[in-house]
């Protein structure tokens, strides 16, 4: 296909795209390499981004997952390999074409005025704008705040926000801008227990009604429980993608992480459980019985 022209390249495609059966890639990496002055981040990763599945990056910190995800939106240009999106170079897309497919959650959410809640989440509506789909802003507006349990904040100023608060805000923003493929950088990084697994919930909901989403986790456990893929990530090269059950071993797991590493099943969902192992010994028999005193 031959790339367009400057002027073909960001005019305003007021066309809506049609969504993708179950299966369908909406995003491939080929070969990316991404390099930054003479050190080399990303190397030759092959990716497929699929509806119906949550994609899920993990690995140690400097592994290359966000590098990874702002490859695939666009922020970071890549040294070699092709990017595509629904079959087309990435580059080829106009912003607004490419704000239709593909919805993005970076990990810092400033803004820099004082927007309420409300307008934060309604400006995921704009590349809607001016097309047969704007009549739907107040819905998914409406239902992304329910979603993300922010509706009571709805008139607060965002920068008024705490951190866990502005990164629910933000993620209803990604919701309500209603695209096939979510892109997401650690959208549990600032949530209490309860938000991430109602974050996660709503990340498999989305995946299970006909979107493709990749999320950047931290959280092995949470990446277990939802994912139906796992990507590792070691020194930017990807070491392992597959269902969690077979990528998340002990094996591989303690060799990336470099720390020990143990792997069960939970006894209710089935799902691996991973923890670190913890060697740290109890008190001596001795001590435990000098502290709580003498049995009678």
Known sequence: MSRPGLFGRWRDDRRIPERSGSGAVTMRATGVRLQRGDREILHDVDLEVRVGEVLALVGPNGAGKSTLLAALTGDHPISAGRIDVDGQPLDDWAPVALARRRAVLPQQHAVGFPFTAVEVVRMGRAAWARTARQGDDDTLVDAALTECDVTHLRDR?????SGGEG??????RVLA???ETLLLDEPT?????GHQEAVMQVVRA???HGHAVVVVLHDLGLAAAY??????LEQGRVVADGPAAEVLTEELLSRVYAFPV???VDPTTGAPLVLPRRNRPGPSIATAGSAGGTAG
């Not at 100023?157 to 926000?161: E, T």
């Not at 994912?227 to 590792?232: E, G, K, L, M, T």
Request: net charge negative; with cysteine.
């Open 167 to 172: 990164a629910r805000v933000a993620l209803a």
């Open 206 to 208: 989305r995946a299970d």
């Open 227 to 232: 994912a139906d893929r796992v990507c590792v």
């Open 262 to 264: 143990q792997v069960g």
């Open 177 to 179: 801008q209603d695209t």
């Open 157 to 161: 100023p965002f920068p008024a926000l």
């Open 189 to 193: 990084a600032a949530l209490d227990l």
